[in-house]
């Protein structure tokens, strides 16, 4: 598919094309502790090293008041 930078139905069909119809294509999820004291790896600064990384990874994360 080309890249457009738009979410359009052809994009969408293919990010949903293997989820079942009888399951929700977007969910709520709230971290937990356990998610939030893990290791995390050491995201580089440059778009090339990043590029060179096996996966795309969060960077941080931002705690709401409780």
């Given at each position: 598919m080309p890249t457009t930078g738009r979410m359009?139905?052809?994009t969408w069909d293919a990010l949903v094309k293997?989820?079942?119809a009888t399951k929700p294509v977007l969910v709520t999820y709230t971290?937990?502790?356990d998610d939030i004291n893990t290791n995390f790896a050491t995201t580089?600064?440059?778009a090339e090293a990043k590029s060179k990384m096996k996966g795309?990874?969060?960077q941080g994360y931002q705690?709401?008041?409780w």
């Open positions: 359009d139905q052809k293997n989820i079942p971290l937990t502790d580089p600064a440059s795309l990874y969060y705690r709401d008041a």
